[in-house]
């Protein structure tokens, strides 16, 4: 059983930035991608970012430039960086084990204008 917690988010000014992590335990994080996902109210959830399980990355547009995923395998970790923040950024964000139904309970991050 896959088991994910994120931490990190929280309250922040436009131009700011917040540092998301995942933690994962119940299965062989090396060996699978790893994606954040973010939900704001009343839209669906979309894809922000992923990594593969050998490093390689992808962006959604909004965030290219300003966000960088990265993964820790020795700490089952996966993290995002996320800079120069905008308010259209607020959102409840998630992390996912592989295209699987595991995800962690999700963390708010709020921009303010």
């Known amino acids: 059983q896959v088991h994910l917690v994120e931490s990190g988010g929280g309250l922040v000014q436009a131009g700011g930035s917040l540092r998301l992590s995942c933690v994962a335990s119940?299965?062989?994080?090396?060996?699978?991608?790893m994606g954040w996902y973010r939900q704001a109210p009343g839209k669906q959830r979309e894809l922000v970012a992923v990594?593969?399980?050998?490093?390689?990355?992808n962006y959604a547009d909004s965030v290219k430039g300003r966000f960088t995923i990265s993964r820790d395998n020795a700490k089952n970790t996966v993290s995002l960086q996320m800079n120069s923040l905008k308010p259209e950024d607020t959102a409840v964000y998630y992390c996912?084990?592989?295209?699987?139904?595991?995800w962690g309970q999700g963390t708010q991050v709020t921009v303010s204008s």
């Open positions: 119940g299965g062989t994080f090396r060996l699978v991608a």
């Open positions: 996912r084990w592989g295209g699987t139904a595991y």
């Open positions: 990594i593969t399980s050998g490093g390689s990355t």
